[in-house]
């Protein structure tokens, strides 16, 4: 079962995981907008609606750079003209701006063989706004630097809610792939022994599949 103030959307061909979450004070975090804009955005004003707060800041925080997770990204800063900041890792930056074509289609490659997936559907995705590192803090998340599936793979982790997100790092019941370019089997290996180590009862809201814990995974 979700947390009350989160919100789940499934978006696009390869059901990414969009999370909305809420800070309090009209800031929000959109998580991984992959695809599904318009959904995307009638969540947000639904959201405005039920809660009666107008939004501040719309964070669209991005574990990391694939383009499932990034898609959307062009419309939902359109339909909110300067409430928008998008944040990345600094080593998952090169997904964004005036690269992001280039080195997506790299990996769509590798896991389609082909670029036509993106070819269709692609919109210039603009640069990121904030480079997060290892300990940034947007609102009450914290960054946890995940390496593995990418470079530049992060959790956004809400410590006195005991709630994270972490992208393609875990699942339930797996994890992300690390045969894509910047993957490392090794790197995956030792971020989901971080996890691991963390407190079992952390909900984890995944990029793909069902939220579950830290403590039903590390079995």
């Known amino acids: 079962m979700l947390e009350k103030n989160v919100i789940q959307l499934v978006v696009g061909l390869i059901a990414t995981n969009c999370w909305i979450y809420p800070f309090g004070d009209g800031d929000v975090a959109v998580i991984d907008p992959g695809d599904n804009a318009k959904a995307i955005v009638r969540a947000l004003e639904k959201y405005v609606k039920t809660s009666g707060q107008q939004i501040s800041t719309i964070y669209i925080l991005l574990t990391h750079g694939h383009f499932d997770h990034t898609g959307a990204i062009p419309q939902i800063v359109s339909a909110f003209p300067g409430k928008t900041k998008i944040a990345i890792h600094s080593q998952d930056s090169e997904f964004l701006g ?89 790197q995956l290996f030792k971020s989901l022994r971080r996890l691991f180590e963390m407190d079992s009862e952390i909900k984890v809201y995944p990029g793909h599949g069902q939220a579950t814990t830290i403590g039903k995974e590390n079995r």
């Not at 769509?108 to 290892?134: N, R």
């Not at 995940?146 to 992208?167: M, Q, R």
Request: hydrophobic residues 40%; proline residues 6%; charged residues 20%.
């Open 98 to 186: 005036p690269n992001a074509y280039k080195n997506n289609s790299l990996g769509i490659k590798v896991a389609m063989g082909s670029t036509a997936f993106i070819d269709a559907i692609w919109q210039d995705l603009p640069p990121a706004d904030i480079l997060l590192e290892e300990g940034s803090v947007i609102g009450c998340l914290t960054v946890l630097h995940l390496p593995g599936h990418s470079l530049g793979s992060a959790a956004f982790y809400d410590k006195e809610a005991k709630v994270i997100f972490t992208g393609d790092t875990l699942f339930k019941r797996g994890y992300g792939r690390t045969d894509l370019p910047g993957g490392s089997t090794d």
